[in-house]
């Protein structure tokens, strides 16, 4: 189970060329938090990045962050707490994570919004004006442009200004180990030279492999071939050294799909377009699965249907709330959303049979007005009507992220297969196995964040042993 790079475990050097208290490999999300705490902690910092600028898996996501108990839901009046937090997570998952990881990361996420807002200055604020799959409360916290290369560069700027270093085109080949300590790594610089550098302790930040095809058919051959939407990047190495290094791996299979991205423009639809009341049709005019269950397993859905695509469906007031999201607004710049005064008409624009649309939006929304039950056992009763004029946008089936990985300890040091974990390497974000279950169905808004910013943390926070 190794990455194309063949990413290699080596005994240490007789002599290193420098010497760092904390090396990160990986400058997304969960590498930037874990360098701010470590910061914090007194530690000296420096974070290996291997593209030329820091962005990862969550450059590419909406950047928006799940907590529980936060001021910023008191002040919108939403009573919530870890406890329901962490019981959402796993009624998703149904039941299929670790509990105690579960409530450690429940637990952890209000403060890491706090934290990041007050000690570094994070304008964080509120998704309050539409609901998450499987949320009983809103508690999905973004910054103002809902973007996730806005979250990265805040992170950034926090990182730098707290004096963590980063070296960007820096790719990490080796880590040097012995007995169940590691040493330091080898990189590549970006001028091509390599360097052996040693450290008192080493965290995986470096998100998981779902760039990696051959570890994707291995893993999760439901959604191999699939659109990758992901950060190409990753390629498995923590996996690829966790193996070698006897730690335990878990949920391998687990991953984040996604199943609204439009196509072939290849934008992020945001789920709202759903929540609030759209719906989907495949190439022939036909509902064909109960939407309200989640984006994630949407994509093996859709990618199900003819041409492995499908149209979203939804109206004017619903396009108004999803433009709060920069991909969304993107997507209407390059013409990826079509408007309609009539459901005849977005059937010519979209290539769909009329009357096949016209009768699967009868149905739908004689099913909100409790003129029957949905045939897909979708709750609709009282929902808001779609009404004119009406917006369409063609959209395909996506792999975003794995979300199995490396287990670890409330500390987020990475635990061996043997029992115990070992003494000076942390896994946090992708690296480590997040709270998503076992397969995509698991994943529950907002999983892959969740991890970073808490195990991140964590992992800064803790001292080797």
Known sequence: MTAPDNPGIAPPPARFDAHVQTVIIGAGAAGLVAALAAREAGQAVLLLERDSVPSGSTALSAGLIPAAGTRFQARAGIKDDAARFAADIQKKAEGQNDAALVDLMAGQAAPVIDWLADRFGLPFSLVDDFDYPGHSRRRMHGLPGRSGQELIDALRSAAEGAGADILCEARVTTLFVQADRIHGVGFTRPDGATEALGCDRLILACNGYGGNPALVARHMPKIAGALYFGHPGNQGEALAWGQVLGARIQHPGAYQGHGNVAHPHGI???????????????????????????????????????????????????????????????????????????????????????????????????????????????????????????????????????????????????????????????????????????GDAGYLSGNGLLSAVTLGRLAGQAQSL
């Open 268 to 438: 992020l639809i945001t789920w709202a377009v759903i929540t609030e009341g759209g719906f989907q049709v495949n190439a022939l005019g036909h509902r064909f699965w109960n939407e309200a269950q989640g984006y994630s397993e949407a994509a093996r859905a859709v990618l199900s249907q003819p041409g492995g695509e499908a149209v979203t469906v939804f109206d004017a007031r619903i396009a108004e709330v999803a433009r709060q999201f920069a991909d969304f607004r993107q997507a209407e710049a390059q013409g990826a959303i079509r408007h309609a005064e009539t459901m005849a008409d977005l059937a010519v624009q979209m290539g769909l049979p009329g009357p096949a649309l016209e009768e699967s939006f009868a149905s739908f929304e004689a099913a909100k007005q409790g003129q029957g039950r949905d045939p897909f056992g979708r709750v609709l009763a009282g929902a808001a009507s779609l009404s004119p004029p009406f917006c369409a946008v063609r959209v395909t089936g996506a792999l975003f992220h794995t979300q199995g990985g490396l287990a670890v300890d409330a500390e987020a040091r990475v635990r061996r297969a043997d029992g115990g974990v070992f003494s000076n390497l942390f896994a946090c974000g992708g690296a480590a196995c997040g709270v998503s279950g076992a």
